[in-house]
């Protein structure tokens, strides 16, 4: 079993930047692709970022490419979210996850490890 434990959300401008970590607990994640998903109020989950088990390759979602950078540390079992240039429509909690197979997915379906998610807000 894995957990996955958010930290980095937060109230910022719009313009602002923030960084997310998940830190993976219960066993290593070094061979596990892991990624990012969001949920604004009253909308459905959505996919934000996925990135392969060595960090390698990273996929995003149309609305974040360019301004959004997922990397990872598999020493520190780690994986960050780099979120700039926040617009009010990021607003979300921003779920990490992680799935037992090394590559990347693009579907909520595809991952069983869930963190209790972060806040971001972002005001105009």
């Known amino acids: 079993q894995v957990q996955l434990a958010e930290s980095g959300g937060g109230v910022v401008q719009a313009g602002d930047s923030l960084r997310l970590s998940c830190v993976a607990s219960?066993?290593?994640?070094?061979?596990?692709?892991m990624g990012w998903f969001r949920q604004a109020p009253e909308k459905e989950r959505e996919f934000v970022a996925t990135?392969?088990?060595?960090?390698?390759?990273?996929v995003y979602a149309d609305s974040v490419k360019g301004r959004f950078t997922i990397s990872r540390d598999n020493a520190k079992n780690t994986v960050y979210l780099q979120v700039n240039s926040l617009k009010p429509e990021d607003t979300a909690v921003y779920y990490c996850?992680?799935?037992?197979?090394?590559?990347?997915?693009?579907?909520?379906?595809?991952?069983?490890?869930w963190g209790q998610g972060t806040q971001v807000t972002v005001s105009s």
């Open positions: 990135i392969d088990y060595v960090g390698a390759n990273a």
């Open positions: 996850v992680a799935r037992d197979i090394p590559y990347m997915g693009m579907t909520s379906a595809s991952y069983i490890y």
């Open positions: 219960g066993r290593t994640v070094s061979r596990s692709a």
